[in-house]
């Protein structure tokens, strides 16, 4: 296995010369004190370093830490600055985050509405699995890891997923 502080030292050469990636990478080992003490703000300037360079999923790393405030002040409104580009180069993680505040009814702003119908399907889908999760997690959560109570796992759900959730838990 590599060594994570001979690691952190060729990201941080990598950072200094500009490379987005390695940026990304020594990011996240400030972010979770791997190779490196952890520092969060520091893990914060690097993601957004990297992110300003176009790499996707440190626009969606950093729009992420903008909503929870992890490394840095929260700001909903500079994270969807960030999420509509990488959601633009089709990154998952931003796909995720939007489809998390659209079920919670923020707006999305920073898309243009034919942006909007372009990704609504991937965001309405992932608000669908969402869904299907929370439900699977309030069935299997119960005394010896399953609930008796399945309807309250259903209560998430429309009649299309209920036969789905019946057959993974029951």
Same mark, same amino acid.
């Given at each position: 296995?590599?060594?994570?502080?001979?690691?952190?030292r !060729?990201? %941080? &050469?990598g *950072?200094?010369? /500009?490379? #987005?990636?390695? $940026?990304?990478a020594l =990011?996240?080992q400030? @972010?979770? +004190?791997?190779?490196v003490?952890?520092?969060?703000?520091?893990?914060?300037? !690097?993601? %957004? &370093?990297? *992110?300003k360079? /176009?790499? #996707?999923?440190? $626009?969606?790393s950093? =729009?992420?830490?903008? @909503?929870? +405030?992890h490394?840095?002040?929260a700001?909903?409104?500079?994270?969807?600055?960030?999420?509509?580009?990488? *959601?633009?180069? /089709?990154? #998952?993680?931003?796909?995720?985050?939007? =489809?998390?505040?659209?079920?919670?009814g923020?707006?999305?702003?920073?898309?243009?509405?034919?942006?909007?119908?372009a990704?609504?399907p991937?965001v309405?889908?992932?608000?669908k699995l969402?869904?299907l999760?929370? =439900?699977?997690?309030?069935?299997?959560?119960?005394?010896?890891g399953?609930?008796?109570?399945?309807?309250?796992?259903?209560?998430?759900?429309?009649?299309?997923?209920?036969g789905?959730l019946?057959?993974?838990?029951?």
């Open positions: 296995a590599a060594d994570p502080t001979d690691a952190a !060729l990201f %941080e &050469q *950072a200094r010369a /500009g490379s #987005a990636t390695s $940026q990304w =990011a996240g400030y @972010l979770e +004190g791997t190779g003490p952890r520092d969060l703000p520091k893990g914060f300037a !690097l993601m %957004e &370093q990297a *992110a360079q /176009g790499l #996707a999923e440190a $626009q969606a950093v =729009a992420w830490m903008l @909503l929870t +405030g490394g840095t002040k700001d909903s409104k500079a994270a969807l600055r960030w999420l509509a580009p990488a *959601a633009r180069q /089709g990154s #998952a993680h931003a796909y995720s985050l939007l =489809a998390q505040m659209y079920m919670r923020e707006v999305v702003a920073p898309l243009a509405e034919s942006e909007l119908r990704i609504r991937a309405l889908k992932l608000a969402s869904d999760a929370t =439900a699977f997690l309030h069935v299997r959560n119960g005394p010896g399953r609930s008796t109570n399945l309807d309250e796992g259903l209560l998430h759900l429309g009649n299309d997923d209920s789905r019946r057959r993974h838990v029951g």
